[in-house]
């Protein structure tokens, strides 16, 4: 009785074994889809411009993003569309990667502006005021930073 148990016991574990192989196999075959990024960002209040740089990591393909802005606390009523031209709320011409004329990668090394317009809510970004950016590729959050108007 006790051969057949042994032979059962190391079936048993060569299955379990192959199966722990199997999986980590598999795991390192199938990358994290969600992109890792560094931004700095700052904002400037004479112009109402936020900019975006990115620092390193993935390239991002900027119709995945979405850029979230809040002023002093309250986020803008209009949000920009990434990429655009011409969206209510923002001046039209943004560059690098949100202005849909330019590559089709956001790669390190590139920056972003977008500038807000007098008909955005809040209009304005004042000196030593606090922006808040949440710069996000499909339900995942890339970024969420703070700066200070300069």
């Known amino acids: 009785m006790s ?7 190391l079936v048993g574990l060569t299955i379990l074994l192959a199966g722990v192989a199997a999986g ?8 994290d889809p969600r992109p890792t990024v560094a931004v700095d960002a700052s904002a400037d ?18 119709s995945a993003l979405s850029l979230q802005i809040a002023v ?9 569309p990434i990429p655009f031209f011409s969206a209510h709320g923002f001046v039209p011409g943004p560059t690098g990667p949100f202005n849909p004329e330019t590559d089709s990668e ?8 977008v500038r807000i317009a007098s008909t955005n809510e809040p209009a304005g970004i004042e000196a030593g ?8 590729h499909g339900d995942h959050v890339l970024v969420e930073t703070t700066v200070t108007a300069q």
């Open 3 to 9: 051969p057949v148990i042994g032979v059962v016991l």
């Open 45 to 62: 209040p004479t112009t109402n411009t936020v900019t975006l740089r990115h620092v390193r990591g993935d390239a991002l393909d900027p």
């Open 72 to 80: 002093n606390g309250t986020e803008l009523e209009k949000q920009p």
């Open 129 to 136: 005021g606090r922006v808040e950016l949440t710069l996000s």
């Open 24 to 31: 980590g196999l598999l795991a390192a075959d199938s990358p």
């Open 106 to 113: 956001w790669t390190a090394g590139e920056t972003g502006t």
